[in-house]
Nanobody, 120 residues
Framework: QVQLVESGGGLVHPGESLRLSCAAS????????MGWYRQAPGKERELVAT???????NYADSVKGRFTVSRDNIKKSVDLEMNSLKPEDTAIYYC??????????????WGRGTQVTVSS
């Protein structure tokens, strides 16, 4: 059973920083893409940032230059460093990963989400 567990959410003021972490556990043979998505109230879930096994990063235009995604292949973890946070960054942030476990082909897994609130 593969699980993704997020940590690091919270309440911050505009302009402040926050770091999210996500660790994968269970029977894992390989991890392809890891990343973060978010869902604000009344909106659809959207991509924030992803990173491949060899380090290629992809960001949503709204977070470029402010957020940085990184991963530790040994620890099977992915982090999201968020700087210069804005109220519009308020959302539930979900960890996402494509993982090869038992069974045919890799599958997409999601964490339960962690709340990030940016408010003055």
């Amino acid at each position: 059973q593969v699980q993704l567990v997020e940590s690091g959410g919270g309440l911050v003021h505009p302009g402040e920083s926050l770091r999210l972490s996500c660790a994968a556990s269970g029977t894992i043979f390989a991890i392809n893409v890891m990343g973060w998505y978010r869902q604000a109230p009344g909106k659809e879930r959207e991509l924030v940032a992803t990173i491949t096994a060899n380090g290629y990063q992809n960001y949503a235009d709204s977070v470029k230059g402010r957020f940085t995604v990184s991963r530790d292949n040994i620890k099977k973890s992915v982090d999201l460093e968020m700087n210069s946070l804005k109220p519009e960054d308020t959302a539930i942030y979900y960890c996402n990963s494509v993982i090869q476990s038992y069974g045919p082909g890799p599958k997409t897994y999601w964490g339960r989400g962690t709340q990030v609130t940016v408010s003055s």
